[in-house]
């Protein structure tokens, strides 16, 4: 098993509606959590992290945390054409091992 | 600041040949990753350094591969020899190493490897 797994897509959302992106990861003991955003030719960028069960909400961006059920996920709201991308999650095990893990990643498209 | 910064953007070379990516972390940032991407693979850690020092260097593929870190504000990959299997995008990133395992790893922008 992967310790990070994601969707690979690729993801298409109409303009304006939700884009729902999802991140299960396998070690239990995974204490932080990262969405990172890569548009096509260029690196990472952070867009938010998570450490607690519930929401955390960022503008346009909600990252949600089941650590129960080893899951990480990323709304998107209004979405927009800037927002296709490719989106990571990333998955760092415990506080002062600074080792972040990544998903493969899923290719999200919106469409106009 | 500058960022992270990375030399060079693209490298082509012939398989056999030695290669060496480098890194310039940001100023003050106490930890460097080497990350490798690919299509099939995604991004995979490579080695990661804490204070110049190698603290998990699972993830380099095989003997092939080695990293340095001589000082903290500069950190070299090389691939002697290069095989086509190689041909990549390696990434370098850094963080402060503070704030509880909360902070952010700010990316450079890349070399992209290519093997023939």
């Known amino acids: 098993q992967k310790e990070v797994e994601q969707n690979s897509g690729p993801l298409s959302v109409p303009e304006g509606a939700i884009a729902s992106l999802n991140c299960t990861y396998s070690?239990?003991?995974?204490?932080?959590f990262f969405w990172y955003r890569q548009y096509s030719g260029k690196s990472p960028e952070l867009i938010m992290f998570?450490?607690?069960?519930g929401d955390k909400e960022d503008g346009r961006f909600t990252a949600q945390l089941n650590k129960a059920s080893q899951y990480v996920s990323l709304l998107i709201r209004d979405s927009q054409p800037s927002d296709s991308a490719t989106y990571l999650c990333?998955?760092?095990?415990?506080?002062?091992?600074?080792?972040?893990?990544f998903g493969t990643g899923t290719r999200l498209t919106i469409i106009p | 600041d500058a960022g992270v910064i990375q030399s060079p953007r693209h490298e082509v070379t012939e398989m056999g040949q030695e290669v060496t990516l480098r890194c310039k972390p940001i100023?003050?940032?106490?930890?460097l990753f080497w990350y490798r991407q690919t299509m099939m693979r995604g991004l995979e850690l490579l080695i990661y350094?804490?204070?110049?020092?190698?603290?998990?260097d699972s993830g380099m593929p095989e003997d092939r591969f080695s990293a340095k870190m001589p000082n903290a504000s500069f950190s070299t990959l090389k691939i002697q020899p290069s095989e086509p299997r190689d041909s990549a995008v390696y990434f370098c990133?850094?963080?402060?190493?503070?704030?509880?395992?909360?902070?952010?790893?700010?990316f450079g922008q890349g070399t992209r490897l290519t093997v023939v």
């Open positions: 990333a998955v760092r095990v415990r506080f002062g091992n600074e080792k972040l893990t």
């Open positions: 070690d239990r003991g995974s204490q932080s």
């Open positions: 998570i450490y607690s069960n």
């Open positions: 100023s003050g940032h106490n930890s």
């Open positions: 350094f804490n204070n110049n020092v190698p603290i998990d």
């Open positions: 990133a850094s963080h402060s190493g503070t704030g509880g395992g909360l902070t952010e790893a700010f």
